[in-house]
């Protein structure tokens, strides 16, 4: 039978008390036995707060609060946004979109306020036919998914294999492009360029196909 949820628990599920609770014990080091023996309550009873199994009445909250020193307020604070993006393995394959034979999956939704950009990159087996230029000033957090990622800037040549991660801040031009016979896969992390309108307002890591010499 599916489990009954009160409106009491409903209304404060935004607020993640029980989160708070369990997050503020831990960060204490504490027991709940100890957290028992500071506050007088049971174990039992500490261990439904924590799990949401039981909403605490304000009293039981300000003597929590009062042994963590921390105010009612940080359990009751609106939350200023919150946005998640889940993308299936499934859409993976399937709605792919990118420049040439290059493949770029976005992996989040961009909006205003939005400060990062997750996406998987998809680059085919033909050498430095599919490099590509990540353009101006770059900051990006790159880990290998699959296959091997050959990065090229200025006179610098490196291979990443899979679980093998790569954090860029430079002004270089860069260039990526799959290593060997097979197919390379990467997640790519990088700022939303604000210079870019509408639904690309992301930086560009996968511009038309050419290999860049960096000016040095």
Not at 42 to 56: F, G, H, N, Y
Not at 75 to 104: D, Q, Y
Request: glycine residues 8%; charged residues 20%.
């Amino acid at each position: 039978m599916p489990k009954t949820v009160s409106y009491a628990q409903w209304s404060l599920e935004p607020y993640c008390i029980g989160m708070k609770l369990r997050a503020l014990r831990t960060q204490k080091r504490m027991t709940l036995s100890r957290l028992g023996s500071e506050t007088g309550l049971s174990t039992a009873l500490l261990s439904k707060l924590e799990t949401d199994r039981m909403v605490p009445t304000l009293p039981t909250l300000a003597t929590i609060s009062r042994v963590y020193g921390v105010g009612m307020s940080y359990f009751f604070c609106e939350p200023a946004k919150h946005t998640l993006s889940i993308t299936r393995k499934a859409h993976l394959a399937g709605n792919s979109r990118g420049l040439e034979s290059v493949k770029a999956t976005p992996l989040n939704t961009v909006s205003a306020g939005t400060r990062l950009m997750a996406r998987m990159i998809e680059f085919p087996a033909a050498g430095a036919s599919s490099a590509t230029d990540i353009g101006r000033e770059t900051s990006a957090l790159v880990y290998v998914l699959e296959g091997k990622l050959q990065l090229d800037a200025g006179g610098m040549h490196e291979l990443l294999e899979a679980g093998d991660c790569a954090c860029v801040e430079s002004e270089m031009a860069l260039a990526w492009s799959a290593a060997g016979k097979h197919r390379c896969r990467i997640l790519a992390v990088t700022p939303v360029d604000e210079r870019v309108g509408g639904g690309d307002r992301i930086c560009r890591l996968t511009s038309p196909a050419r290999h860049l010499t960096a000016q040095r």
